[in-house]
């Protein structure tokens, strides 16, 4: 076995793939030189204080859910072929994961660089701008190639997941405290501080994260194999997706991940209920017995905060309500989706189409007004950059979160039973480039639905705080029609 992956292996670089390796990076180099060294050039000079508050939690938000997104991705992991044959082979495991190690690493590095941008852009550059460029590059690289480490350490070894864990949970606490307001002090010192303390700070920082990465190196041979086949497992399925361009097949996934390690057991449904609510009920106790879950949406509704505080516009703020309640009413429409899949089984349970929606759209349409009115209200009494008024929340703005319920329930439901996505239309030619209508008409389905039903809200962002009385009242008819006309015109087919 080894002689043959000694015969299979790649030779000595040919002076042809130097030569596309180097037209490669200088092409990259070409096309993203001008637009990074014009957004560096910008970020040069003083940033402003009101703003450093809201900017470090984003960060310490984006680190948080990096490490997280590792966690669950493995990270190192094989392709199939080689965790079916070669894992459980007696061949030497760390050489074995060296290519997984090189992809980890490289993604992390990829990582940090974005996040020493975004550090640069929050404490700003005062002096000597090429300097405190690369101390923020460098620093963003350790964190996330040491939080990577970290990562991989926890798939060897439970212990290590505890760490990982408190550095999540560290992440968290520091984007609260951060803005709420109790770090201006320590940002402003840290953003004014001198080149050498800077310097300091950064070389212990990789030093930590080079310690960490020479840790997860040598654990390489520790990780258990069964991890190793879950990640791997899971990678496949994400890649099958990607290759079909199918992402809703990944919704699929995790819904099966779910239950598969779950024992199910048969109860009777609730006789008192009519039959489409107790068709619903089991939606109902899918959210009640994730309350972790239902902890994370509750806190994401400060997010639309931290936007307005960092410096969002209006526009922004008012969109990232809407998608972030439309996200959270996503959440509650699973049972709509395995109806969509299977609709013989839908229809051998003796319940129609539409009563079996309006009951369905209950659940999403209370999780979305909930959310929506919590971020409005966490909006308006939020510290804000600058001491500038809300673009939204308080006062009549709350009375949106309620109102925009029955549309966002429709459009969530119309996005669980949207059929696959559909590659035999046509591709659109543009001057920017070839556009594939299957993908762009399957993201947008259950989206066009949701823009329409809140459109009052949406150009009420645009009017005086004293004047949303016919807003509201126009938010209230549009919204019950659309859920209604969904959910009359709704056909018995997979596509809502």
């Known amino acids: ?286 959210a009640a017995r994730r309350p972790r879950w239902l902890a994370v949406i509750a806190a994401t509704a400060a997010l639309p905060a931290i936007l307005a505080q960092a410096g969002g516009s209006p526009t922004v703020v008012g969109v990232s309500v809407l998608a972030g309640a439309l996200a959270v009413a996503a959440t509650g429409t699973a049972g709509a989706r395995r109806d969509g899949d299977n609709p013989a089984l839908a229809r051998l349970i003796g319940v129609g189409l539409r009563p079996a929606l309006a009951a369905r759209a209950l659940l999403p349409a209370l999780l979305s007004g909930t959310w929506t009115t919590a971020a409005l209200a966490i909006l308006s009494t939020a510290p804000l950059a600058l001491g500038t008024a809300p673009a939204v929340g308080g006062g009549s703005w709350l009375l949106f979160g309620p109102l925009v319920a029955p549309a966002l329930a429709a459009a969530a439901l119309r996005m669980a039973r949207r059929s696959p996505v559909d590659h035999s239309l046509p591709i659109l030619d543009t001057p920017g480039g070839a556009i594939p209508t299957g993908p762009m008409l399957w993201a947008a389905t259950g989206v066009d639905l949701a823009v329409l039903g809140c459109l009052p809200a949406l150009t009420a962002l645009t009017a005086p705080p004293d004047a949303l009385g016919p807003y509201l009242a126009a938010q209230a008819v549009v919204s019950a029609a659309v859920l209604a006309g969904y959910v009359m015109r709704a056909k018995s087919s997979q596509a809502g």
């Open 1 to 286: 076995m080894r002689a043959y992956l000694r015969s299979r292996g790649r030779g000595p670089s040919s002076m042809l793939d130097r030569y596309f390796t180097a037209f490669g990076l200088l092409m990259i180099a070409a096309v993203l030189g001008q637009p990074l060294s014009s957004v560096i050039t910008n970020l040069a000079g003083q940033a402003e204080p009101a703003r450093m508050g809201a900017g470090v939690a984003l960060l310490a938000l984006a680190l948080a859910g990096f490490l997280a997104a590792a966690r669950s991705a493995g990270p190192v992991l094989l392709s199939a072929p080689d965790a079916s044959w070669l894992l459980l082979s007696p061949l030497h495991r760390r050489g074995l994961l060296g290519r997984g190690w090189r992809m980890v690493l490289l993604v992390a590095v990829a990582a940090g660089l974005l996040l020493g941008i975004g550090t640069l852009a929050v404490l700003g550059a005062p002096d000597q701008l090429v300097w405190r460029v690369l101390a923020a590059l460098v620093l963003g690289v350790s964190a996330t190639v040491g939080g990577m480490a970290l990562a991989v350490l926890g798939q060897s070894a439970h212990s290590w997941q505890f760490w990982l864990s408190a550095l999540m949970a560290g992440l968290l606490v520091l984007a609260v405290v951060a803005v709420s307001g109790q770090m201006r002090t320590v940002l402003a010192i840290a953003a004014a501080a001198p080149l050498p303390a800077v310097a300091a700070a950064v070389s212990a920082a990789a030093v930590m994260s080079g310690l960490l990465v020479r840790r997860a190196w040598t654990s390489l041979d520790q990780i258990p194999t069964r991890s190793l086949l879950t990640a791997s497992t899971r990678a496949g399925h994400v890649a099958t997706a990607a290759v079909g361009l199918d992402p809703g097949a990944l919704t699929w996934i995790a819904e099966d991940n779910h239950w598969r390690t779950r024992s199910l057991g048969s109860r009777r449904w609730p006789s008192s209920l009519p039959a489409p609510l107790a068709l619903a009920w089991h939606d109902w106790l899918r």
